[in-house]
């Protein structure tokens, strides 16, 4: 059975960080791609990132020399070490599998068919 669990969100004041971790079992991370997106009250959910053996990492714009994903494919998880926190990164964290890993795929949320519960990321002074 494939299951994606997050882990890792909080409270933290702007400027701070957190590390998200997605473990996933049922599978192997060094065969998929895993995207990370989130989702703040009242908005749409949004791709941030994602990572795959073959086709790389992506971010998007907003998160860009702030957020880094990882891969550890030894313990099946993917991380998104989070940096420089602002209010505005204020969401609920889900991961996600796909086959594939680029920033269209990322932007429509193409293709990914399992989701994690999500974790909460609160950002506030």
């Known amino acids: 059975e494939v299951q994606l669990v997050e882990s890792g969100g909080g409270s933290v004041q702007p400027g701070g960080s957190l590390r998200l971790s997605c473990a996933a079992s049922?599978?192997?991370?060094?065969?998929?791609?895993i995207g990370w997106f989130r989702q703040a009250p009242g908005k749409e959910r949004e791709g941030v990132s994602c990572?795959?053996?073959?086709?790389?990492?992506y971010y998007t714009d907003s998160v860009k020399g702030r957020f880094t994903v990882s891969v550890d494919n030894a313990k099946n998880t993917v991380y998104l070490q989070m940096n420089s926190l602002k209010p505005d990164d204020t969401a609920t964290y889900y991961c996600?599998?796909?086959?594939?890993?680029?920033?269209?795929?990322?932007?429509?949320?193409?293709?990914?068919?399992?989701w994690g519960q999500g974790t909460q990321v609160t950002v506030s002074s």
């Open positions: 996600a599998r796909s086959y594939i890993c680029t920033l269209y795929h990322l932007k429509g949320m193409h293709e990914y068919n399992y």
């Open positions: 049922g599978f192997s991370t060094n065969d998929y791609a």
């Open positions: 990572i795959s053996q073959n086709d790389g990492i």
